[in-house]
């Protein structure tokens, strides 16, 4: 297996390249989670990967809690489903806590202080409430924390979503709430430990493969140790093939990718298929680039693909009733390149049930 055809077998696995799901839950529950710290560009995510969901299918899947948002790998913002959310949460909390121990110990914030909170957060939402994290601010702080650091407010709030005490509730236009978990995922799956590593482990490798443990690791923010017993738990499940001195791990089951050529996607920020690894050669060639700190911009850029390889930026501005997409390429596309990213154009356009003027060079 070549790299290109790790970068072909990516795009099919992680249902870029095929897309047979049709519930933004389907996308998240088959890749595990989905980073979602820019929720414009989580969603566009989703629907690529969906049979054309629009945006606005995809918000009212999220205020409905289809699919939620909390923190939950490494630790980051993720779109999660409600049937798997407990069982990560036991999984991968106790690991997300031991990043954020730095800051317990700088805010202040000890056990007794958690216990409380997440007392008062209880109280102020149960009930169906849905609140902005500044309204339980005033809430917590009245109650006798101090939350006018907003950093403080900040971790408070992030432990009671590793606590499994909230999670995403329905935006208020463009203001994220919280809502009890317990009343946004009443039916979830609980799985003990070693069963919570081995669907967490399967999950990655079947959504996201080829990869190799060390991407599992950076993807789930597990110990070494612990990703590999994870792997070692689903390993007949699984196939593998040595590239470059590299493991590649795989559905054992993965026909080869038949994806037609050339095919564009128009990737956010964070997307799976770029942030899901550590090692990103198989997608992008930093000789190709005029980006400066291209490993640091392919992740935080829209990158523009072509047959699973980087091969540009972009950039959008919806205004007066119409996107402006501008694209910025390594190299001049070919004919058919450009066709192909006509029609990824065209879809980014019904995303957004908007016409699209695309600025191209």
Not at 130 to 144: D, F, H, K, M, P
Request: aromatic letters at 10%.
């Amino acid at each position: 297996m070549t790299k290109a055809e790790i970068a072909l077998q990516r795009l099919h696995q992680q249902q870029l390249s095929q897309q047979v799901f049709e519930k933004p839950e389907e996308v998240v529950g088959w890749l595990g989670a989905v980073q979602a710290q820019d929720f414009g560009g989580a969603k566009w995510a989703v629907s690529q990967r969906t049979t054309g969901l629009t945006d606005s299918a995809l918000e009212q899947a999220f205020a409905r809690g289809a699919i939620l948002r909390t923190h939950i790998l490494r630790p980051t913002w993720h779109f999660v489903t409600p049937a798997d959310i407990r069982w990560i949460l036991s999984l991968m909390a106790p690991r997300v806590k031991a990043f954020n121990a730095y800051y317990y110990r700088r805010l202040e914030l000890d056990e007794a202080v958690f216990a409380l909170s997440s007392a008062v957060l209880v109280k102020a939402l149960q009930g169906g409430k849905q609140l902005t994290r500044s309204e339980l601010g005033v809430i917590v702080q009245n109650a006798g924390i101090d939350t006018r650091d907003l950093l403080r407010l900040t971790y408070i709030m992030l432990h009671a979503e590793l606590e499994a005490v909230v999670c995403s509730g329905a935006r208020r236009g463009k203001q994220f709430t919280y809502a009890l978990l317990d009343e946004r995922a009443s039916q979830t799956n609980f799985l003990d430990h070693d069963r919570a590593l081995a669907e967490l482990t399967r999950r990655y490798f079947t959504g996201h493969g080829p990869a190799t443990i060390n991407d599992f690791v950076w993807w789930s923010g597990l110990t070494a140790a612990d990703a590999k017993a994870g792997l070692e738990m689903v390993s007949p499940q699984l196939a593998h093939e040595v590239i470059d001195d590299q493991t590649y791990w795989f559905p054992a089951s993965m026909p080869p990718a038949a994806s037609k050529s050339p095919v564009a996607h128009l990737l956010p920020n964070f997307d799976e298929y770029i942030v899901g690894y550590t090692d990103r050669t198989a997608a992008f060639d930093m000789q190709d680039t005029k980006m400066a700190n291209p490993r640091d911009n392919i992740v935080f850029n829209q990158t523009l693909l072509i047959d699973g390889r980087v091969s540009g930026t972009w950039k959008r501005t919806i205004n007066k009733g119409q996107v402006l997409l501008k694209t910025s390429t390594f190299a001049r596309l070919s004919p058919d390149d450009e066709s192909a990213l006509a029609t990824a154009v065209r879809r980014y356009g019904e995303f957004h049930d908007l016409p699209v003027l695309l600025d191209y060079n």
